[in-house]
Every structure is written in C-alpha cells, then in structure tokens.
C-alpha cells in the first residue's frame, strides 16, 4: 500500500528566506506528483505537477523536483513571504487509477 | 465557468439523520471523486467515479453512497450520519490519466 509522509509537520521562518518542503513515498511505481496549497478552511490549490517522467517543474518562486527510484520530492520555495502561509500536501497518483494518496502535510508560517 | 463547486458549505446533523453532499463540475471531466479531511489523517478516499453510469469503491467507502448520472454531477449520500462522519468533504475533478486534479471548497459537516 502506498505511503506518503511530509516532514517537517510545521515548519517557521522568517520573510525573505529560501525552503523546502520534503515528501516522500513508498512505491515508486506512480504516473504523477502534485503539489498543493491549502489555506485554513478553505479547499487545495494545484501548484504544481510533475510526470513520472520528469525531474522538476518550475512556477515563479515555486520549484517542485522528483526522484522517483528514491521516493522522494521536494518542494522549493525561494524568497518566502507572509503570503506563503499554509499547508502544502503532496499527493502521489500510483498508476493508471486516477485517485491520489496524499501526504498530511507541511505547516508553513512565514514572519515579517 | 465556475470549476468544481459544493454545496452545502457547512452542516451540521444529528446522529442517524441521511444527507446528499452536491458536487458540480463544469469543465467536462471524466474522473470525479470524493475526499474525506481529518486532522492528523490527510485526504483519504472514500468513492470515485471515472464516467458516467461507473463509480468504485476508494479507501474509507462505508457509510456513504454514490452514483453517477451525469458527467456533471456526482453527489454523496451520507445514509445515516455517525459522528465519525464529522469531516470535511472535498470533491476532486480531472481528465483521465496522468493529469493534475481540481478540488472544490469543501463542505464542512458536523455530526452531533
């Protein structure tokens, strides 16, 4: 059965610095990882998607990478701001099912 | 073009009551499915539909029903509300295949 973990579970800094946020899985055998955004009682915004086959995906300040024989993927968010505060789930699509299992998430603050 | 939206945002029930959970979509995808939140626990899967007239079992499916009539549509029948049921619901939408999903607001149901 496919496991996804994130780490930290909360995580603080200060504006103006560069994170990562970790994900990790335990079959390897999956089509896509997607990255999502959620705010406090509110729904999950796609951030980013990157296909098995690929390394990494870039969206502004944003850089998701993939390593897929190790299970891993990392989140990149550069010059952070107060507008970055959420949570950021990973979810894994194994296979050609298109359901996800997600990670349960990492709980960014980031302070002026 | 509104996405994927839900109704109702919140509810509260009492034990043993039965409710529909809305899920609308209006960008013509083929996979649609339904997503319970709890604290601690992540996104788990309860039911899922890839077209219409075919929906399956995902992970946490007791308790709740499900058909597909529509390509637009897919509601969630909770047959007699338990307070383990107390959650938020996400419905989620995508393409099939290896293509990034799509999540509604979500629908905040407490049972008493």
């Known amino acids: 059965k496919q496991e996804v973990t994130q780490i930290p579970a909360a995580l603080s800094v200060p504006e103006g610095e560069n994170l990562v946020l970790n994900c990790s899985f335990t079959?390897?055998?999956?089509?896509?990882l997607q990255w999502f955004r959620q705010d406090p009682g509110k729904g999950l915004t796609s951030l980013l998607l990157i296909q098995s086959s690929q390394r990494e995906q870039t969206s502004g300040r944003l850089n998701a990478s993939l390593d897929k024989s190790s299970g891993r993927s990392t989140l990149y968010i550069a010059a952070s701001q107060p507008g970055d505060s959420a949570t950021y789930l990973c979810?894994?699509?194994?296979?050609?099912?298109?359901?996800?299992?997600f990670g349960t998430g990492t709980r960014l603050q980031v302070t002026l | 073009n509104a996405g994927v939206t839900q109704t109702p945002k919140f509810q509260v029930l009492k034990t043993g009551q039965s409710m529909t959970l809305q899920c609308a979509q209006d960008?013509?995808?083929?996979?649609m499915s339904w997503y319970r939140q709890d604290p601690g626990m992540g996104l788990r899967l309860i039911h899922y539909?890839?077209?219409?007239?075919?929906?399956d079992q995902g992970e946490v499916p007791n308790g709740y029903n499900v058909s597909r009539s529509t390509t637009e549509d897919f509601p969630l029948r909770l047959l007699s509300a338990a307070p383990s049921q107390t959650s938020v619901y996400f419905c989620a939408t995508g393409l099939a295949g290896a293509y990034e999903q799509y999540f509604g607001p979500g629908t905040r149901l407490t049972v008493t």
């Open positions: 979810a894994v699509k194994p296979g050609t099912a298109s359901k996800l299992t």
């Open positions: 079959d390897s055998a999956i089509y896509n």
């Open positions: 539909s890839v077209g219409a007239g075919i929906t």
């Open positions: 960008m013509n995808h083929e996979y």
